[in-house]
């Protein structure tokens, strides 16, 4: 059991360690909100959703969806689009200084940002069934639930770390001023995997 607990740990960190869309939304938040209680939303939201496709990927339901080349293209499609409107909405935001309730998205937003960052994402979709969903076939009963378990509270102590890294960048940047800078940089990450997308649509027809 043991084995399958560090192996879950293992895995959790190479697959949520890159700087990928969702990563950089999360940070983006605690940096860009006034006090770290205001980034709990996003922070849930990713949790939860990185909790159930962990789960969909060991229980093996999500497979099905990417035996359907239809539901892959749907996915995909939409993904793609949400992706583009999130990194359109990072780049053309002005963060006011950190004090000012208006610097920040407010829980609605941050939430429907987080769900499509998470659950529209393909490239972290196939990541989890791929390579979570695949490793669990090596263990059953107790040892995979160890292994499931692992790679879940991974996932959550990982978002709670980046928003709590980014609400200490933000402490050091009263003005706002790298803050602007760490929007930009997110957009243009955010449309970095945006074109992966396209390029995946594009290889499918």
């Not at 090596?138 to 040892?143: L, P, V």
Request: overall charge positive; charged content about 10%; some cysteine.
């Amino acid at each position: 059991m043991i084995a399958a607990l560090l192996h879950g740990i293992v895995l959790a960190f190479g697959l949520i360690l890159p700087l990928g869309a969702q990563n950089v939304f999360v940070f983006n938040q605690g940096a860009s909100q006034s006090k770290f209680r205001r980034a709990i939303p996003v922070i849930i939201t990713a949790s939860l959703c990185d909790t159930l496709l962990i789960l969909l990927a060991v229980l093996g339901v999500s497979v099905i969806v990417f035996t359907v080349p239809v539901l892959q293209t749907v996915i995909f499609s939409i993904g793609l689009l949400f992706l583009l409107y999130m990194g359109w909405a990072i780049w053309k935001s002005d963060p006011a200084p950190l004090n000012q309730k208006e610097a920040a998205m407010p829980p609605k937003k941050q939430i429907m940002f987080a769900l499509s960052v998470s659950l529209l994402n393909p490239h972290a979709i196939l990541d989890t069934i791929g390579v979570i969903g695949t490793s669990s076939l090596s263990y059953t009963g107790a040892e995979k639930v160890a292994f499931t378990a692992a790679c879940i509270v991974i996932s959550w102590l990982w978002f709670l770390s980046l928003a709590l890294v980014g609400r200490l960048v933000g402490n050091f940047d009263a003005k706002g001023k790298f803050l602007k800078i760490i929007n930009k940089l997110s957009a243009l990450i955010i449309w970095v995997v945006a074109i992966y997308i396209a390029i995946q649509l594009y290889n499918m027809f």
